[in-house]
């Protein structure tokens, strides 16, 4: 059984920092993609980013460039996400996410492609 726990979430003022953790117990870590996605009050979840196996590539939502950071600890079976510059349209719950298939060479933004969902953690930047 593959559980994912997020961490890290909290409420930040606009132009302020987090780092989000997500902690994978069980399975093979480094056999997973890994993404962070993101939903915000009525609205649909959206991708944020994607990150390789061994961590040499990643991906990012277009409007985040720049701000936030995916990173992997494959010793210590975290994902990270720096995030930087925070906006209140930042504000939403995050989440992160694992796939183990093989058909995903590198990385991917689809949330219809990851297995393994943690539950989520507040994000709330305030004005």
């Known amino acids: 059984q593959v559980q994912l726990a997020e961490s890290g979430g909290g409420l930040v003022q606009t132009g302020g920092s987090l780092r989000l953790s997500c902690a994978v117990v069980?399975?093979?870590?480094?056999?997973?993609?890994m993404g962070w996605f993101r939903q915000a009050p009525g609205k649909e979840r959206e991708f944020v980013a994607t990150?390789?196996?061994?961590?040499?590539?990643?991906r990012y939502a277009d409007s985040l460039k720049g701000r936030f950071t995916i990173s992997r600890d494959n010793a210590k079976k975290t994902v990270y996400l720096q995030m930087n510059s925070l906006k209140p349209e930042d504000t939403a719950v995050y989440f992160c996410?694992?796939?183990?298939?093989?058909?995903?060479?590198?990385?991917?933004?689809?949330?219809?492609?990851?297995?393994?969902w943690g539950q989520g953690t507040q994000v709330t930047v305030s004005s």
């Open positions: 990150i390789s196996r061994d961590g040499g590539t990643t």
């Open positions: 069980g399975g093979t870590f480094t056999s997973y993609v």
């Open positions: 996410a694992a796939t183990p298939r093989n058909s995903i060479l590198v990385a991917t933004t689809r949330s219809d492609q990851y297995d393994y």
